[in-house]
């Protein structure tokens, strides 16, 4: 078992999409959680972040006011709800956390987002 999994999929330009991310193997209650963006050919790129306790988020410029980063600490779950999409948010998403002790990171498999008419 992975200590992170993701889901993605593939939707319409305008449509929106939520992405889970799962944690096993660390204490996810006291991580930071976090999603990076990969385009092919580019680097990766933060898309979003929240504290452990879910008290601060933090969100790349390119997707204010559409994506949303949420945590369910009960169940090890961070989510990240994606809205009005464009072409341009095609990417590779991987979910990432900042465990204790030491502030590991563990980094999951990536999943595929494809905006597509």
């Known amino acids: 078992v992975q200590p992170l999994e993701s889901w993605g999929g593939l939707v319409q330009p305008v449509g929106s999409l939520r992405l889970s991310c799962a944690a096993s193997?660390?204490?996810?209650?006291?991580?930071?959680m976090s999603w990076y963006l990969q385009a092919p050919g580019k680097e990766r790129e933060l898309v979003a972040a929240i504290t452990s306790a879910g008290g601060q988020t933090n969100y790349g410029n390119s997707v204010k006011g559409r994506f949303t980063i949420s945590r369910d600490n009960a169940k090890n779950t961070v989510y990240l709800q994606m809205s009005s999409l464009k072409p341009e948010d095609t990417a590779v998403y991987y979910c990432?956390?900042?465990?204790?002790?030491?502030?590991?990171?563990?980094w999951g498999q990536g999943t595929q987002v494809t905006v597509s008419s």
């Open positions: 990432k956390a900042q465990a204790l002790p030491g502030w590991r990171e563990y």
């Open positions: 193997g660390f204490t996810f209650s006291t991580s930071h």
